[in-house]
């Protein structure tokens, strides 16, 4: 069974960090691209930040760009998200989600973690 | 970059009804890499229909996609009850961004 387990949220002040951690199981990690997406409290789902199998590709969406840095251990099937310089509008749930080929489709997602920005 | 727009934005129907939702594109949405996903209070997001209109693994066929270039529709022809959710589409692709839909809720009467 594939599963995609985020660890590392938490309340933290603007201008503060935090790092997220997915933990993957299942499936052989390796062979697929992975993405962050988030969604604020009550409101859509926004992709954040896009890493390829080998994690030779990174994108970023601009409202993260700067301050955001997505990585990948293959050798320990994890993904993580360093996230610095946060402000109140990163405030959301984080979802950890594997993509299906080269694209931005989604096809297993992890439960999420919060992630509070407030002083 | 493409934004997509949803509508309605609350759908209020009763189980047995047929349930027509629809995702607009600001621009043409190459290749029909439109999906469709299924949010419940609570979970995460569950794929339900990629390429416009395939089903994903496991997706009753009560659910069916359509459209092309700008406009799509995602079709749920006899609402069961664990339908009652949030409807969001996706323009996906081979590049970033990946943009969603603001989402449709669909409701109970």
């Known amino acids: 069974e594939v599963q995609l387990v985020e660890s590392g949220g938490g309340l933290v002040q603007p201008g503060g960090s935090l790092r997220l951690s997915c933990a993957a199981s299942?499936?052989?990690?390796?062979?697929?691209?992975m993405n962050w997406v988030r969604q604020a409290p009550g409101k859509g789902l926004e992709w954040v930040s896009y890493?390829?199998?080998?994690?030779?590709?990174?994108y970023y969406a601009d409202s993260v760009k700067g301050r955001f840095t997505i990585s990948r251990d293959n050798a320990k099937n994890s993904l993580f998200l360093q996230m610095n310089s946060l402000r109140a509008e990163d405030t959301a749930l984080y979802y950890c989600?594997?993509?299906?080929?080269?694209?931005?489709?989604?096809?297993?997602w992890g439960q999420g973690i919060l992630v509070t920005v407030s002083s | 970059e493409i934004v997509l727009t949803q509508s309605p934005g609350i759908l209020t129907l009763s189980p047995g009804e047929r349930a027509t939702l629809s995702c607009r594109a600001s621009?043409?949405?190459?290749?029909?890499?439109l999906a469709w996903y299924q949010q419940k209070p609570g979970q995460a997001p569950r794929l339900l229909i990629y390429?416009?209109?395939s089903r994903a693994t496991g997706i009753p066929d009560r659910f069916s996609g359509s459209g092309s270039g700008t406009d799509f529709t995602l079709t749920i022809s006899r609402l069961e009850p664990e339908d009652f959710a949030v409807y969001h589409c996706?323009?996906?692709?081979?590049?970033?961004?990946?943009?969603f839909g603001p989402g449709t809720k669909v409701d109970v009467k």
């Open positions: 989600a594997r993509a299906r080929g080269f694209t931005g489709l989604y096809d297993a």
């Open positions: 299942g499936f052989t990690f390796s062979s697929y691209e």
């Open positions: 890493i390829t199998s080998s994690g030779s590709t990174i």
């Open positions: 621009q043409s949405v190459r290749s029909s890499y």
């Open positions: 390429g416009a209109s």
């Open positions: 996706q323009q996906y692709g081979y590049s970033p961004p990946f943009p």
